[in-house]
């Protein structure tokens, strides 16, 4: 555990020296998380709010929407801008191959450099999301309805969404230490359109209620599929096998 | 006592290709062990083995007595890959201090700036790696190997690359981290002079196969044994060279102006060398043994592995 957090904590730090990266992952996601609130906000939750007697239900289902995509959008976007980079530039210097030639394991190294990607991503996702969350309820809902919010959006956007890509990170990483980086990165490029907008659909035809506990079951069974594919994959993580991909 | 390196008969395949046929040496506490080899040799490969990076197929590896897999065994090994793995976005104390830690030393301040003195970028020790030349780097590194204070140095040619100067500072770390604290340094290195200036010990590994190992000056001498020079009174004509390269089993190695360089098959005597010379119609002033460098060793065995 100690190795985990050593090389997480260094990782992070090295990470984030790359100011450029930072400007983008910043800049990129607030201009998406803002973008899709203002277009939920201005398109539907307005004429909601401007009706007589506001549907309660519409509101919350708007809201985990927003919730929702403000923080699937947040980490994919982290996941974008950090993984291939840290993957590509530790690999083609040597950097993985001298930590798996100290005393640490090579799953520790894997898992810490997965966590040194995913946790700044978890945080500025969670804290944009929880700031939506906040922003449109003493915007829109406080002053009408009081504040709007119910536990399965709060199980969704602070709960599935990070462990679906807590796994993800595990699998991207898995796939990028031994195999190319570039592959790792094409599943990232993938995921997060696939992702956003296979559950979208799925609420908007009304399969799934974004408001439901079959929407958070839905979201923990992605989760568990991807958790699933890792422990299938991860044998395959060898010292041997790292190098001779690098 | 063990030796502080012991590989024993050491197979490893990657994909289809043998990479290690089989190879055998000891290194000793103390030593400078030099590991020779042409690109492609299997050098690399057998540092990975050293450091576990790579299991071997069968065989038998043994760090001071240990196996390698263990975690204690590695805490006793310090290493410069070819590829420096520093980070560029930290400092050189940050990245000796994240290593001092990885090596589980919580106070390292004091071992850190010994280390940075020793390789003298004590007063670049709060830039970033990404402002270093080559040979700093290369120094770090070093320096980087040495923080846990290890019983052997793995050091993958650790002067590739670095100015002359730099490459001096290095040679002179290796032979006071080997005669002074007594550590082993496995070297391997391109750099033949550098090898025959510092190291007691060599072996040269060519196609996965151990073609030569021991002390080294035993092994110059063995070789000298085998070197002739045989100076002539005219210069060889063209053809005459042609007709005595023909002659494999003289060894003919080199010509300069009136001297002709053999490695003859053992076997062959100097006075048969002569004979044989004498008989194509070359007049000889004298024949003299030569004493072999490390560098026409190399050359000479990579030839005879070839031409096997």
């Not at chain 1, 999301?129 to 919010?149: D, S």
């Not at chain 1, 699998?171 to 993938?190: C, D, E, M, S, Y």
């Not at chain 2, 032979?175 to 002074?180: G, N």
């Not at chain 2, 092994?219 to 063209?238: A, D, F």
């Amino acid at each position: 555990m100690r190795e985990i957090i050593l090389v997480t904590i260094n990782s992070i730090k090295n990470n984030l020296k790359s100011k450029i990266l930072i400007v983008v992952f910043v800049c990129i996601t607030l201009m998406i998380a803002v973008g899709l609130a203002l277009f939920f906000c201005l398109l539907l939750i307005a004429p909601e709010m401007n009706k007589p007697v506001p549907d309660r239900t519409q509101i919350e289902l708007y809201l985990s929407l927003i919730m929702y995509s403000t923080c699937i959008i947040c980490m994919g976007i982290n996941m974008n801008v950090f993984a291939f980079q840290s993957m590509t530039r530790e690999k083609s210097r040597g950097n993985i191959e001298s930590l798996m030639a100290t005393p640490l394991s090579v799953k520790g190294i894997w898992v810490a450099k997965s966590l040194a990607v995913f946790i700044p991503g978890m945080l500025l996702g969670e804290i944009l999301t929880l700031a939506a969350l906040l922003a449109v309820n003493y915007i829109y809902f406080v002053p009408k309805i009081g504040f709007v919010y119910t536990n399965w959006i709060g199980v969704v956007g602070f709960l599935t969404v990070p462990l679906i890509y807590l796994f993800f990170s595990f699998l991207v990483f898995l796939v990028g230490l031994t195999g190319k980086p570039a592959t790792g990165n094409i599943i990232v490029q993938i995921f997060l359109p696939v992702i956003l907008s296979l559950m979208i659909n799925l609420v908007i035809r009304q399969v799934l209620d974004a408001t439901s506990w079959p929407f958070a079951l839905a979201n923990f069974g992605i989760a568990a599929v991807i958790a699933i594919v890792v422990i299938f994959l991860q044998p395959r993580i060898t010292r041997e096998r790292i190098i001779l991909s690098s | 006592m063990n030796p502080a390196i012991s590989i024993e008969n050491i197979k490893k395949t990657l994909g289809k290709q043998e990479i290690l046929k089989g190879i055998s040496f000891n290194v000793e506490t103390g030593d400078i062990f030099g590991y020779l080899g042409p690109n492609g040799a299997g050098k690399t490969t057998t540092i990975r083995i050293l450091l576990g990076l790579f299991r071997a197929d069968s065989g038998k590896l043994e760090i001071l007595g240990q196996d390698i897999k263990l975690s204690e065994t590695r805490r006793k090994i310090g290493f410069v890959l070819d590829a420096d793995g520093l980070y560029d976005n930290m400092t050189a104390e940050e990245n000796m201090e994240y290593y001092a830690r990885i090596y589980g030393l919580s106070e390292a301040d004091k071992r850190i700036c010994e280390l940075l003195n020793m390789v003298n970028l004590e007063n670049r020790a709060k830039d970033r790696i990404n402002s270093y030349s080559k040979g700093m780097r290369q120094r770090l590194a070093l320096a980087r190997a040495m923080v846990h204070d290890p019983d052997i140095l793995v050091l993958d040619e650790p002067t590739s690359g670095v100015d002359p100067s730099g490459q001096i500072e290095i040679r002179q770390i290796m032979i006071d981290m080997a005669h002074e604290k007594n550590k082993t340094i496995f070297l391997s290195s391109h750099n033949l002079d550098e090898v025959q200036r510092i190291c007691n010990r060599i072996a040269l590994i060519d196609r996965g196969e151990i073609k030569l190992y021991g002390e080294l000056e035993s092994l110059r001498q063995n070789m000298s044994k085998r070197m002739v020079i045989i100076e002539t009174v005219q210069c060889i004509e063209e053809s005459l060279l042609a007709e005595i390269r023909k002659l494999s089993h003289l060894g003919l190695q080199e010509m300069k102006r009136n001297s002709l360089i053999f490695s003859p098959d053992q076997g062959t005597e100097v006075s048969d060398i002569i004979s044989i010379l004498t008989g194509l119609g070359v007049k000889i002033e004298e024949a003299t043994r030569k004493e072999a460098s490390l560098e026409e060793m190399y050359s000479t065995i990579l030839k005879e592995t070839e031409s096997s």
